[in-house]
């Protein structure tokens, strides 16, 4: 998945999008950051879920960022959502793999206390927990700046 050309333009769009964004970014680095953390989640909770499917939520949901930016009105969850399933399809996910992992993606962008979905869930969180606002000159100004300091006791 990690090589398919369309996979590529979305991290390419996304790294357009937002070479002047002042808050955290969605590139590849920020995608396995979300992975990694999942997993390790999942791993700490006992979760059953395979570490492919783990990994693959994390690595695409935010693949269809740049269509937001280039229109506010779109749900970047719901894009990127719309963007993984062929991409999955053509990877050989089971029908049951690829809906399990576009309805994570369709609810990350919720604060994980409000999704009812546990991959959802779990993908929400390790996005929360991916933000590196120790280095971020933003901080002042960031809107899940009280989110991550209430939930998990973030303060810089």
């Not at 492919?52 to 970047?76: C, E």
């Not at 793999?97 to 309805?103: D, F, K, P």
């Not at 206390?113 to 120790?134: K, Q, T, V």
Request: glycine share 4%; proline share 4%; hydrophobic share 40%.
């Amino acid at each position: 998945m990690l090589l398919d050309p369309d996979y590529q333009l979305c991290l390419r769009e996304n790294e357009k999008r937002e070479v002047d964004r002042h808050y955290c970014r969605h590139d590849f680095n920020h995608l396995l950051d979300v992975a990694r953390i999942a997993w390790i989640l999942c791993l700490e909770r006992g979760c059953v879920y395979p570490q492919g499917v783990v990994y693959a939520a994390a690595l695409l949901h935010d693949i269809g960022r740049f269509m937001q930016y280039d229109d506010p009105s779109k749900d970047h969850a719901v894009v990127s959502c719309d963007l993984a399933e062929p991409l999955l399809a053509r990877k050989g996910c089971s029908e049951e793999q690829i809906n399990l992992i576009t309805a994570a993606i369709l609810v990350h962008r919720l604060p994980p206390a409000d999704i009812h979905h546990p991959l959802g869930r779990i993908i929400a969180e390790a996005d929360d927990l991916s933000r590196r606002c120790f280095q971020c000159a933003a901080l002042a100004v960031c809107h899940k700046y009280e989110r991550m300091a209430t939930k998990y006791g973030v303060q810089y």
